[in-house]
């Protein structure tokens, strides 16, 4: 496992971007695909983007596709979420999550059963 903290989160207003960053304790963080999920109030966690160990392979929730981008950092043991165009659906805590999986899938990056590390979370809230 690794230790995850997130930051970046705050208020914005409808249209503008936010970048949220997931950084990682221990030296295996490249071995991780890594992920973003994200719940707000009322609803289950879900899925909102992924990427492989190797940086490759990004995977988004259709609500988010064109509109956020996920990438990684691995000398600085870092994940990104970069959010444009935010909608006031998009409020929620953002959370970060690791997991040991080599090979990624569309379904696979889905499971949060997949993922054994999660950080606190971000609150990310869009006024329109």
């Known amino acids: 496992q690794v230790q995850l903290v997130e930051s970046g989160g705050g208020l914005v207003q409808a249209g503008n971007s936010l970048r949220l960053s997931c950084t990682a304790s221990?030296?295996?963080?490249?071995?991780?695909?890594m992920a973003w999920f994200r719940q707000a109030p009322g609803n289950e966690r879900e899925f909102v983007a992924a990427?492989?160990?190797?940086?490759?392979?990004?995977y988004y929730a259709d609500s988010v596709k064109g509109r956020f981008a996920i990438s990684r950092d691995n000398a600085k043991n870092t994940v990104y979420l970069q959010m444009n165009i935010l909608k006031p659906e998009d409020t929620a805590i953002y959370y970060c999550?690791?997991?040991?999986?080599?090979?990624?899938?569309?379904?696979?990056?889905?499971?949060?059963?997949?993922?054994?590390?999660w950080g606190q979370g971000t609150q990310v809230t869009v006024s329109s």
């Open positions: 999550a690791a997991s040991p999986l080599i090979i990624i899938t569309t379904s696979l990056v889905r499971e949060e059963s997949e993922y054994d590390s």
């Open positions: 221990g030296r295996t963080f490249s071995t991780y695909a």
């Open positions: 990427i492989s160990w190797s940086g490759g392979s990004p």
